[in-house]
């Protein structure tokens, strides 16, 4: 569903932007969102219905709490230099080809947005889903904070004041209150292997355990409703439309799983850059066994691909690609997880020995499964088919050089990535 847009953009400024990206959420210049820990529950909160439902009405109430006394500077720092710059417009002259601005006001605040980069929403409306936020601190601009959405079906988006930013599975609400960036409510929900939901919400006046399940999900629901009516900000791109360029959206893993965003992360990084650059690198891993008997040291035994596609109308067509047959090393902390190594199989003559060694008594299922070129290629087609969902994109087919385009099968983000192993 299109939205309205925004666009209240001050003229004369110069035009930019093209590939989107996506940022941290919500932490600002002089202070860090406040926690549960941090606040305290109002009056009216704590008066509220034992299952929670009036609870879930309060979504922000300043005198709940000294703003000034909870907030702490964050490492977090603007991907754009303004040194020197004495109004937004400065800023805007400075931007580089790639980036993307709007101004908008977010609670009682005006404020300038610079974008990574802009995608077309509609005809003539470019949009973003990630932006630093600038505003005017004693006359000056000074940045206040960055936000990312999870994907270019959920732009930037205003609605009486509030700022939208969301992905498939979570939702968060901004407003600017007297200088501090404030994530008024936050709602999300997790799938477990079999695909079961368990959904979360909280207000800056409250924790997540405040709300029972049935008033988490309602919450979520309607938080989403609300940013499906809200006005998409409408970003100016520099150099022109990003369209006239035929720009794809970088490929970000769209399942709920943080450990698969992780590797399919890794895959991107370590080996999209050995190909000529293309619009798009989207990963697709052929898992054969997952050994998580250590922590410290998961082992995901595979053969991970790389494939890079050019946009031709409605089909992406494949420019380069390559096999990484191995194992991937990661390691599970208390911050998440991190890839550590990858041991590669070696090319030519050197493939079956180094395969046996590094695949171990995994190598028959490696040399069944990992090399099967029909299991590669469906789970190839349900990736692109999710990378195209979770962006809203208008495309049907991939195509390999000398052969027909695939139809791609419908989206199935929920309950596909898990099962990959």
Known sequence: MKKKTIAKIAAGMVMAAILTGCGNTGKTDE????????????????????????KARVSYDPASFNISDVYVAPEQKASVDISGCDTFTDIVDKLEKGKGYANATIGDTDVLLIADGTYEWEEGVYAAIDADIFYYKDQVPTYLATVGAGGTAYPLAIKDGNLYVGGNHFM????????????????????????????????????????????????FEEL????????????????????????????????????????????????????????????????????????????VYGNFWIFNYDLNGETLECTSGGSYPG???????????EVTSMDTVEDGFGFKESAKKIFGDNYDLFMKEGEDEKVREEIRTQIVANYVAANNLSITAIKDYGWDPVTLPEENIDSFYSILD
């Open 31 to 54: 202070a860090k969102q406040p926690t549960a820990e941090d606040t305290q529950v109002s009056d009216e909160t704590a008066a509220d219905t034992e299952d929670g439902t009036d």
């Open 172 to 219: 968060s609400k901004y407003l600017i209150d007297t200088g501090y960036m404030i994530e008024t409510e936050e709602a999300y929900v997790k799938y477990d292997t079999d695909g079961s939901e368990a959904y979360y919400y909280r207000t800056c006046n409250s924790q997540f355990e405040d709300y029972d399940e049935e008033t988490a999900k309602q919450r």
């Open 224 to 299: 989403f409703t609300e940013q499906e009516s809200a006005e998409v900000i409408n970003f100016q791109p520099a150099g022109g439309s990003p369209s006239e360029e035929g720009s794809l959206p970088a490929y970000e893993y769209p399942g709920p799983e943080l450990f698969y965003s992780v590797l399919y992360k890794y895959m991107i990084d370590e080996f999209a850059g050995n190909y000529p650059e293309a619009q798009v690198s989207i990963p697709c891993p052929v898992i054969v066994k997952e050994d998580e008997s250590d922590k410290s040291d998961i082992r």
């Open 327 to 337: 194992c991937i090393h990661v390691k599970s902390t208390e911050e998440g997880y």
